[in-house]
């Protein structure tokens, strides 16, 4: 008998993909479920349970936070990256960890074939073969849901044909919950011109008093809130979001480009990414250069865009996180942040490392480090090649 493993989270298509795979082509099944931050324990004992009444021959979850974070999230802050100025790549950074995840358990199990439940029209798809054939050249691929256009009642109708029970309740709206941010998609998520109504974000927003928080980067990564040292980066995500979801920021509906070219919609709900990244940006612009920050912006932005559309496993990727990570070494501080009602202020910054300092001239008003000669001079040195073109070309001009 061949085997297989399924990437398992437990909703309709996986469920369907577990049984078919066993019941109809008669492959030997191990389930592998990641959690990336969208599993609590008692969640974990449940997917087990259900694997169980699947038939599945195994099940594995894998707890892969720490690793999220520094193989994936780090780089984010670090870079600064919100795609299309909006969306921090919650689902996208998401699915590239899983990805390396399947394709190392598969490759530990020794199984014949890997398979997931991705539908024909998304991007994760894409993402996951495309890890999975350039992890594991020559394995299988299997795409049920993908290849047989299933509607969401022929699945449900299978499994009831083969005594498996599914609640055939739709939700309203799917969520996607993760380290990095919550994706919501919905009926107003189709259209170009409607918003997601208040009833569908995951977390209410019922904070209305302003609240300061003092958020400690060091080496360019989050250690410590409100003076509170955490546990890890990754602590210290799960606790600001704890904090600041309930004032309902960082909510926003993104739109972009797919991999498959079509323009795609969503919402989500990432309190504790976006004010992270904002601190993060600010603390940047007071202790690094500004060839530091323009250079550092265009290759995140391409960074950014790799990782989006599945391409993580790509050396030049590699290259990057080493420049990112050597940018770092002077981006320590605090940063003061206010919390209000669906929005937050950046309201300051306390750095050894702050390069605005009076002693060097306060601007616009006092310029202790240099005369005013020296700024005629350099002045004149630095405009000298546009003042010759000028010069030379005036006749054209002229005319």
């Not at 899983?98 to 024909?120: C, F, K, M, N, P």
């Not at 047989?148 to 449900?156: A, D, G, T, V």
């Not at 950046?346 to 700024?375: A, P, R």
């Not at 005629?376 to 546009?386: K, V």
Request: net charge negative.
């Amino acid at each position: 008998m061949k085997s297989v493993l399924l990437a398992f989270s437990g909703g309709l298509d996986t469920t369907y993909c577990a049984v078919y795979l066993s019941k109809s082509l008669g492959y030997k099944v191990h389930l592998l479920t990641i959690n990336t931050g969208g599993f609590s324990p008692s969640d974990i004992l449940e997917l087990e349970g259900r694997s169980n009444l699947l038939g599945a021959s195994s099940f594995h979850c894998a707890d892969m936070n720490e690793v999220f974070y520094n193989s994936c999230i780090r780089y984010l802050v670090y870079g600064n990256i919100l795609k299309n100025g909006t969306y921090p790549l919650s689902v996208s950074a998401e699915r590239m960890v899983q990805a390396v995840e399947i394709a190392r358990y598969a490759h530990q199990l020794g199984v014949d074939a890997v398979a997931h439940g991705s539908t024909g029209a998304g991007n994760d798809q894409v993402r996951f073969d495309m890890v999975l054939l350039q992890m594991l050249p020559g394995c299988d691929i299997l795409t049920p849901v993908r290849d047989q256009k299933l509607s969401r009642e022929q699945e449900i109708g299978y499994l009831q044909e083969h005594g498996i029970q599914y609640d055939a309740v739709k939700a309203i709206y799917s969520i996607n919950k993760g380290l990095w941010g919550t994706s919501v998609g919905g009926a107003e998520t189709l259209t170009s011109a409607h918003p997601l109504p208040e009833h569908a974000w995951p977390t209410p927003a019922t904070e209305t008093t302003p609240r300061q928080v003092v958020l400690s980067f060091r080496r360019g990564e989050l250690t410590d809130i409100d003076g509170q040292q955490l546990a890890s980066p990754v602590a210290c995500i799960q606790y600001l979001h704890t904090i600041a979801a309930p004032y309902g920021i960082g909510r926003d509906v993104h739109v972009g480009d797919t991999i498959i070219g079509i323009k795609g919609r969503v919402g989500f709900e990432a309190a504790a990414p976006i004010i992270i990244i904002k601190a993060h940006h600010l603390l940047e612009k007071h202790t690094l250069t500004k060839w530091q920050l323009f250079w550092k912006d265009q290759l995140a932005a391409w960074y950014g865009n790799c990782l989006h559309e599945g391409q993580m496993l790509d050396p030049t990727m590699r290259n990057i996180e080493a420049f990112l990570t050597d940018s770092q070494k002077t981006v320590t501080g605090d940063v003061y942040v206010t919390l209000h009602p669906y929005r937050f202020e950046l309201t300051g910054i306390s750095s050894s490392h702050d390069m605005m300092q009076s002693k060097f001239g306060k601007y616009g008003e006092m310029n202790n480090g240099w005369t005013g000669d020296d700024v005629r001079g350099f002045t004149r040195i630095f405009g000298n090649q546009t003042a010759i073109f000028h010069q030379v070309n005036s006749t054209i001009h002229e005319n």
